[in-house]
C-alpha cells in the first residue's frame, strides 16, 4: 500500500498534495489546464426520484456500515469517514442518520 502522502487518501493533506501539478490539453487547441492534486474522497447518494427507494436505504446502510460494506472498502485500502460531517444532515433519510453528524 502506498503511504498517504502520495495515495491521496488523507484530507488533513489537501496543502501538500496542492504542491504537485501537472498541465493537461484543454478542449480547444493550444489550452492547457494546469490541475492540481487534492484528495480523492467519495460520497454516495440516493436520487429523489428512484425507482426503488427501500431497496436504495438497504444497499447504503450495507455500504455504510462498519462490518459490511466499508469492511469491504477499507480491506481494498480506502479509509472511512464515517460518520461524516454535513451540511445537508436535515436532507438525510432517517435510517442513514447514524453515519452522519451535523
Known amino acids: 500500500m502506498l503511504p498517504d502522502s502520495i495515495n491521496l487518501s488523507n484530507p488533513s493533506l489537501s496543502n501538500y498534495y496542492q504542491s504537485a501539478s501537472v498541465n493537461i490539453s484543454g478542449k480547444k487547441p493550444g489550452e492547457v489546464i ?4 487534492e484528495p480523492m474522497v ?4 440516493i436520487l429523489n ?3 426503488n427507494k427501500k431497496a436504495a436505504l438497504k444497499f447504503v446502510d450495507f455500504l455504510l456500515s462498519a462490518n459490511k460494506g466499508m469492511k469491504i472498502i477499507q480491506a481494498n485500502g480506502q479509509k472511512s469517514f464515517v460518520p461524516s ?3 445537508t444532515y ?3 433519510p432517517q435510517e442513514l442518520l447514524k453515519f452522519a453528524v451535523k
Do not use: F, L, R
Not at 34 to 37: D, H, R, V
Open 49 to 51: 426520484n428512484a425507482p
Open 42 to 45: 467519495y460520497g454516495v447518494t
Open 34 to 37: 494546469n490541475k492540481k492534486g
Open 85 to 87: 460531517q454535513t451540511s
Open 90 to 92: 436535515n436532507k438525510i
